[in-house]
């Protein structure tokens, strides 16, 4: 019997790991072939990512063009030619960052099916080793018809039943291994599943933009066809234009300066962070300064726009259509705009946000607002474009920052040009450097 048993065990042990070899060496054939398939569909998918890149930064490429085309024009004399020359490449540069948009939004779908195939097939090779070991333990109990359990009791000896079981384990360990191993690789993938989900909140910023840009293409042929109506297309008309708008600006900042004067609001310097303690961000991503803050030459050239007190806040070039972001958080306190009132020259379409630390920021000129008041902001929020609403000498964005408790937002209620336009005011000791808290 003893001598039969061995025979029997060793039978068993030959059968057993052959039909379980067998098993587990077609099968990882068979999975080995769909992950080939994968693996070129994953390729062609980086491919695919590779040429939107190329196109991205292509685009990017021309979008530079012309803005240092737009760059040039602005140094020129003033001029009916160059305006619409200036409309026209603002046009051909917002319809390049509008086809950068939707190539930067093709590539990261391609980047959130990417990153979902590497999820899934991780999880289906760990699947995949999971039936491989199930399976060939049911081969095993099926060719010898005797349990783990039997085998042990069944043996000659000790040595031949532990014998018998570390084939078995050594197989399990095996296998087990590589399920391990691509269990380790699906931890570190879920680092992957979170930079889909982000990618997928880009994604959806990203629509946003594409939907923005397009309206401001609109906005901008519009502002040509305006232009053309009022001036006939005659550079003499345009002269008498610009003249006009200068005469109705000067108007204004006259009634600004006047209700500003009757604020007598105080501003308490301990209530607000102390100059150069940086505690704002850039409101864009590329910074070229055009005028600066108070008795700048421009503003002291141009008494009539500044009645002699100096720029009250920061110009920042920018093309029509430049991404604007909140310079800290806060909550949105005005979103107006004033060409809605003929002939009022002002800030044009701005923004307002009141800060915790006593200070709020205004962004004007803008050629659309992407936030309503009482809205909550987080520092480097997008909350509008660039443009060149209000009165401007060219596209830019106006940044300005003000003592909170020495500014009001007023509507006014006389006013030649102005009645009923909404407009931030502040007292003169509230005008507030805006480089001494970037």
Known sequence: MPIISRMYNKRFSILAAAAAGVFLVTALVIFGQARQTQAETAEELQAKIDQHNQDIASLEQDIKNYQGQIDSLSSQASSLSATLRSLDLNRRELEAKISLTENQIAAKNL???????????????????????????????????????????GSNTITDAISGLDRLAALQNNVYDRIHQLSSDKVSLVSSQQASEAAKADLLALNSQLSDQRSIVLQTANAKNTLLAQTNQSESSYAKLLADTKAQELELQQEINSYELQLHLLVNPSQIPPSGSGVLSWPLDSIRITQYFGNTPFATA???LYSGMGHDGVDFAASIGTPVKAALSGVVIGVENTDLYPGCYSFGKWIMIKHANGLSTLYAHLSLQSVHVGQQVSTGQLIGYTGNTGYTTGPHLHFGVYATAGTVIRKFTTSKHCQGAIIPLADFSAYLNPLSYL
């Open 111 to 153: 980047e959130i099916e990417q990153l979902g195939s590497q999820i899934g097939k991780k999880q289906g090779n760990i699947d995949d080793d999971r039936r491989i070991v199930r399976q060939t333990f049911m081969a095993l109990e099926e060719n010898s018809g005797l349990s783990l359990i039997d085998i042990f009791l």
């Open 302 to 304: 141009n008494p009539q």
